[in-house]
């Protein structure tokens, strides 16, 4: 039982080494949050001026296929 117990053990600590720590985690976590508040502004504010774009396109096709 006891070498049962070592084998998974050891065999886990090789996989410690693939989580980052709390610390850097976090401010990565941070980042990525900042990224998506900035990008949810700008795309709020360009959304409507898209579909103000896509309706003068479509309707101009529409009035050169008649």
Do not use: G, W
Not at 21 to 26: D, E, G, K, M, V
């Amino acid at each position: 039982m006891l070498q049962l117990l070592f084998a998974v053990a050891f065999s886990a600590v090789p996989l410690t080494l693939y989580v980052p720590p709390i610390r850097s985690l976090s401010l990565f976590v941070e980042t990525i949050e900042d990224v998506v508040r900035q990008s949810l502004i700008y795309a709020l504010s360009a959304y409507p001026r898209i579909r103000f774009l896509c309706s003068r396109v479509f309707n101009s096709f529409l009035r050169f296929s008649r």
